[in-house]
């Protein structure tokens, strides 16, 4: 009934900016933390982002200065701002999302299906 739908992934060239968005919609009664991960070919799963549901963030040392990770609580959203992008970054990336729905009292993690990020000239 919770479903997390990333978008906003592409084709871009190196140097270039892409902006991700992930929205969570279905019966959700709060969200705590959001984060993003993501997995390049032939490599494991690693975190990207997080953000706290008062908006405290924490990024991969190798990613600060270029990735910028947001939310909108009301639109139940997060976003990640990826700038000067390497092809290195190339990956699928995934939303992930701590969920508590109305009648669990229990919080409920939560997988985007991801979007493909490319970066190559």
């Known amino acids: 009934q919770v479903q997390l739908v990333e978008s906003g992934g592409g084709l871009v060239q190196p140097g270039g900016s892409l902006r991700l968005s992930c929205v969570a919609s279905?019966?959700?009664?709060?969200?705590?933390?959001m984060d993003w991960y993501r997995q390049a070919p032939g490599k494991q799963r690693e975190l990207v982002a997080s953000?706290?549901?008062?908006?405290?963030?924490n990024y991969a040392d190798s990613l600060k200065g270029r990735f910028t990770i947001s939310r909108d609580n009301a639109k139940n959203t997060v976003y990640l701002q990826m700038n000067s992008l390497k092809p290195e970054d190339t990956a699928d990336y995934y939303c992930?999302?701590?969920?508590?729905?109305?009648?669990?009292?229990?919080?409920?993690?939560?997988w985007g299906q991801g979007t493909q990020v490319t970066v190559s000239s």
């Open positions: 953000i706290t549901s008062g908006g405290s963030t």
């Open positions: 992930y999302a701590n969920v508590m729905v109305p009648g669990t009292r229990r919080w409920v993690l939560y």
């Open positions: 279905g019966n959700i009664l709060s969200i705590n933390a």
